[in-house]
């Protein structure tokens, strides 16, 4: 089993530790660190410089009746959560193991969810998460296909879970910039590129920060 | 508060310190009453979770010791390193509100943001 080689920048994971990033982008984040025990490393780190920091902040003044408040509340009966049991989910990945968080958000997706064509050879289910500009979705594409030269208006991630692709005509195809399984892409604003799956396809998890303009007719 | 009492029993100290555990209750509850989402986490006991490697992992004793030795880490940050990483982890904004807002560019926040990481990092390791 190999281990991913393309990670999320530093700052990335510095914006999941701290939790400013958007639900669909952490969601790639996380999804991410279960392929790549380096970068769960990282992030448990970031976690504990929390701690060392919270730590570290001059304490707030409480108001005198706060603690018996609190203490008053221990007692509250907690609402259980129901267990969420699931007969039967739509198996949108045709077997593809997904690990967690991202297997769950699939098993949540609602059963009638379909593939929409997006060019030929490329299919995209989307995921309702977070709110206009931003797309979150699965990326299925056949051996060999692409998506048209396109430019990003904001940032994009994309993580492979399945087969691999390159970017091509971007500013990192210079280097090769081929994402296998457990890799994670951050393409920031501005970039022009195109994505073409490798010789047995892939499957990705891809989030949109903001619009995409096409730059060519196919 | 509260919530740090209730899950309690769910704290397992060969995962993180406490007050680590502690920050990340705080930072999840903080999510969820600011922007009403979850927070997206790996399950540390999902069978598709790629194993590290076990010469790497780091004992409860080790885990212990990193926030003391991230304190002092954090104590030879110049300041505007440190104050930028505290900005960031406690003000609920990107960095980019931070840089924004301090009047700095993006790009000198994001490299204070790395050198302040590298720094720490590199603490860590000397202090094996």
């Not at chain 1, 919270?54 to 706060?66: G, H, I, N, V």
């Not at chain 1, 994309?158 to 210079?174: C, D, M, N, R, V």
């Not at chain 2, 920050?23 to 927070?39: K, M, Q, S, Y």
């Not at chain 2, 790395?114 to 390791?125: D, I, T, W």
Request: glycine share 8%; net charge negative.
């Amino acid at each position: 089993m190999t281990l991913p080689r393309h990670h999320p920048p530093e700052t990335l994971l510095l914006e999941y530790a701290t939790g400013v990033l958007r639900e669909a982008q952490a969601l790639a984040v996380a999804t991410h660190l279960a392929y790549c025990p380096d970068c769960r490393r990282q992030a448990a780190l970031l976690d504990e410089l929390g701690g060392v920091l919270l730590d570290t902040l001059p304490p707030e003044p409480l108001a005198q009746e706060t603690l018996a408040a609190v203490v008053a509340r221990l007692d509250d009966v907690l609402a259980v959560p129901v267990p969420v049991t699931r007969t039967m989910t739509a198996d949108f990945l045709g077997g593809l193991l997904v690990p967690e968080p991202l297997r769950g958000y699939l098993a949540r997706l609602p059963q009638q969810s379909s593939w929409t064509v997006l060019t030929s050879g490329v299919e995209a289910l989307h995921m309702a998460l977070g709110h206009a500009p931003v797309v979150a979705e699965i990326l299925k594409m056949a051996p060999g296909s692409a998506l048209p030269v396109h430019r990003h208006t904001d940032q994009e991630l994309i993580l492979t879970l399945q087969g691999a692709f390159s970017e091509e005509a971007g500013p990192h195809s210079a280097k090769g910039g081929c994402y296998g399984v457990g890799d994670l892409g951050e393409f920031e604003g501005g970039s022009t590129h195109t994505v073409v799956a490798g010789k047995d396809g892939c499957v990705c998890y891809r989030v949109l920060a903001g619009p995409v303009e096409r730059l060519a007719a196919e | 508060m509260l919530t740090v009492w209730r899950k309690a029993a769910e704290y397992d100290r060969s995962r993180a310190s406490a007050a680590a555990w502690i920050f990340t209750i705080a930072r999840n509850r903080r999510i969820d009453l600011l922007r009403h989402e979850r927070r997206p986490e790996i399950d540390p006991n999902d069978p598709e979770l790629r194993p590290a490697d076990p010469e790497d992992a780091e004992t409860a004793l080790q885990r212990a010791e990193i926030g003391a030795r991230l304190r002092d880490a954090i104590g030879t940050l110049p300041r505007e390193q440190e104050e930028a990483l505290a900005a960031t982890f406690f003000n609920d904004r990107s960095y980019g509100d931070y840089a924004a807002q301090s009047g700095l560019p993006l790009g000198t926040v994001k490299s204070r943001l790395r050198l302040a990481m590298e720094r720490l990092r590199s603490e860590l390791k000397e202090a094996h």
